[in-house]
C-alpha cells in the first residue's frame, strides 16, 4: 500500500510527474480556493499561514520511493505539494533530503527528474520557508490574484494571511534569492463564473494588476492556465485559449522582459 506518492501521472505542465504528499491524508490548506480541484477546505482544515506540523517521512518513504523511481526511468519530475500546502510541513527538507538521495542512486535514461514544489505563496513571508523553499530545482508558486478584494474572492485565505502586497514583496524576495540554476515559475490560474454576483479573476483590473506584479517579481516562468477537473464551487469555469492568450499578451507588453517565458496551457 502507498503512503506517500502518487501516479506517475502525465502533467501538461511536467511531463511525467510522481507527485509526493507530505501532509496528512486530509487536506490541509491556508487557502479554500473556489476552484480548487480537490474539493473545499474544512473550516478547520484552513489554518493560519503561521500554523506548522511536523510530520516526519518514516521509514517507508524511502522504500516506496526506490520502489517506484527504479521503475521508471524516463520520469521528468518528482512533484511535492499534494493535499494542501507541503511549506506547512516543518519536515519537507527531510523529505526533500530522502528524493534527492534516492534520485542520485539511480541510473537515469536521460535526464533525472527535477525536484518540484507546488506551493500556493501564503507562507513565503516567512524567511525560514523560502530557506526550504529555494532548494527545490523547479518552485511551482500560485498567483492568481493581485488586489485584495480578487484575493479574497479567489482564494478565500484564512483570515491571518498576509495581504497579497505582502506575498507578492515574498515571491520577488524568494526569487533574489533563489540559486541562479533553480527556477522560479508563477502559476496563474484564470477562471469565469456562471454567477452574475461573482466576479471571477479574469476581469481587468486584476489581470491588469497581475502584470505589475510579475514586472516585481521577475520569475523564470510564467504559467498561465484554467481549470480541467471539477471545481470545488459549482459556479466556475474554464476560460478558453484565446482568452489565455490575450492575458499572455497583456502580460507580455506590461513586463517587457523577453527573457521571462510566458506559457499559455
Ligand atoms: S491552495 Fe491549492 S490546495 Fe489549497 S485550496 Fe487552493 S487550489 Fe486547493
Request: proline residues 5%; hydrophobic residues 35%.
Amino acid at each position: 500500500m502507498r503512503e506517500y506518492t502518487y501516479g506517475p501521472f502525465r502533467s501538461r505542465r511536467l511531463g511525467l510527474s510522481l507527485g509526493i504528499n507530505v501532509l496528512a491524508s486530509y487536506k490541509l490548506c491556508t487557502y479554500n480556493c473556489v476552484y480548487c480541484e480537490i474539493g473545499l477546505t474544512k473550516k478547520e482544515n484552513l489554518v493560519s499561514p503561521n500554523y506548522r506540523i511536523k510530520l516526519p517521512p518514516s521509514s517507508n518513504f524511502r522504500k516506496e520511493l526506490k520502489s517506484i523511481l527504479t521503475y521508471v526511468p524516463h520520469l521528468n519530475s518528482i512533484t511535492f505539494g499534494y493535499n494542501g500546502e507541503p511549506t506547512l510541513n516543518e519536515n519537507l527538507l527531510d523529505f526533500f533530503e530522502i528524493a534527492d538521495n534516492v534520485r542520485n542512486e539511480l541510473d537515469w535514461k536521460n535526464k533525472k527528474p527535477i525536484l518540484t514544489l507546488f506551493t500556493n505563496s501564503s507562507t513565503l513571508y516567512d524567511d525560514k520557508v523560502r530557506g526550504r523553499v529555494k532548494k527545490f530545482e523547479l518552485v511551482l508558486a500560485k498567483l492568481d490574484a493581485a488586489n485584495e478584494e480578487d484575493f479574497k474572492r479567489t482564494n478565500r485565505p484564512n483570515h491571518e494571511t498576509p495581504k497579497i502586497e505582502v506575498i507578492i514583496n515574498s515571491l520577488a524576495e524568494l526569487k533574489k534569492e533563489m540559486l541562479r540554476e533553480n527556477k522560479l515559475a508563477i502559476q496563474i490560474l484564470v477562471f469565469a463564473s456562471y454567477k452574475d454576483s461573482f466576479l471571477p479573476n479574469n476581469n481587468s483590473k486584476n489581470i491588469q494588476d497581475l502584470a505589475f506584479a510579475l514586472k516585481k517579481i521577475q520569475p523564470d516562468i510564467i504559467q498561465i492556465y484554467s481549470t480541467a477537473r471539477i471545481p470545488a464551487e459549482y459556479f466556475v469555469y474554464a476560460i478558453d485559449d484565446e482568452k489565455k492568450r490575450e492575458i499572455a499578451a497583456i502580460f507580455k507588453e506590461i513586463i517587457n522582459n523577453e527573457k521571462i517565458e510566458i506559457i499559455v496551457y
